[in-house]
């Protein structure tokens, strides 16, 4: 089934719920990173995370930033989105291997850790970007976005997250995010709880090809949810350009610049978003430069 991302609204209006199916995002994220299966399952996570979170955002023109700072070995996890929501994102060691967990599961919380930090930066067109930080609790993503809502946003939050894999790649990958209005019942809240914890694995409920009107159904326990805003289709796309690599070029140090222009004589630069590679001549570097001074 096609990815896609849905808004809901469950219990009368009362709470706010968004579904999104991220199956192709993330297989394409795991064929441009090359990355082993338990970062595919981690880095995966985050990704449709920063989908969900992205549509929060009201301007297409706001971005968000996701860095994931844990202890493990997987490093560096970063995700940028805006709220169409295009997504791309890298990780510091994309091929790590471990032995799966005492469930027989891929090890999400070893490969990030359980000591580090979630920064959130959205650029809303402010002065000022608003920055949200909090600690990581358990590293297996989903847990730790719900702690970073209620410490960070005052949010009561549900999250859902998850990657499947196989042979193949990826199996299925999605999630769902669910949020109560000041006015729903600990009644109702309960009721959600109670509808999540009977709805198991995300991850699995996509894999039975399931819609995301039928997923939010299952994890909030209303029959009678109601779609709101037109459905997204997120996509992983990164918009680096030729252009954009010389801007950074230009911010290394001038003698710097020099040194590359008089030994190597030319420049390859990676992005590290999409593994695409830009070369620079020796005559566009000499150009750089003179930008640069002038």
Not at 182 to 204: C, H, L
Not at 262 to 280: G, L, M, S, V
């Amino acid at each position: 089934m096609k990815d896609e991302l849905k808004k809901f609204l469950a219990y009368n209006e009362k709470f706010v719920v968004i579904c999104t199916r991220t199956t192709e995002l993330v297989e394409k994220a795991k064929q441009i990173h090359d990355l082993s299966p338990v970062a595919t399952a981690a880095f995966g996570r985050v990704l449709t995370m920063g989908c969900m979170m992205g549509v929060q955002m009201k301007s297409q023109k706001n971005k968000l930033t996701i860095q994931i700072k844990g202890n493990g070995p997987l490093g560096t996890i970063i995700v940028t989105t805006n709220n169409f929501p295009r997504v791309k994102g890298c990780v510091t060691n994309p091929r790590i291997d471990l032995p799966l967990n005492e469930d027989g599961k891929l090890d999400v919380g070893q490969a990030v850790g359980n000591y580090g930090f979630i920064n959130v930066v959205k650029d809303l067109g402010l002065k000022e970007p608003y920055i949200g930080i909090c600690p990581l609790s358990s590293g297996e993503i989903a847990e730790d976005f719900a702690n970073y809502y209620v410490q960070s946003e005052q949010k009561q939050t549900a999250v859902g997250l998850g990657v499947l894999i196989n042979k193949d790649g990826v199996k299925s990958s999605g999630g769902y995010l669910i949020q109560p209005m000041p006015d729903a019942t600990q009644e109702e809240i309960s009721n959600v709880e109670k509808a999540i914890f009977e709805a198991g694995a995300v991850s699995k409920l996509l894999d039975q090809n399931i819609s995301l009107e039928e997923l939010a159904k299952r994890v909030t326990g209303d029959e009678n949810i109601k779609l709101i805003e037109d459905i997204r289709y997120p996509i992983y796309e990164c918009d680096c350009s030729k252009e954009y690599m010389a801007e950074g070029i230009k911010t290394l140090p001038e003698e710097e610049l020099k040194e590359i222009i008089e030994e190597d004589e030319k420049a390859e630069i990676t992005c590290h978003f999409c593994n695409k590679k830009y070369n620079f001549s020796k005559q566009e570097l000499e150009q750089i430069l003179n930008n640069k001074k002038s």
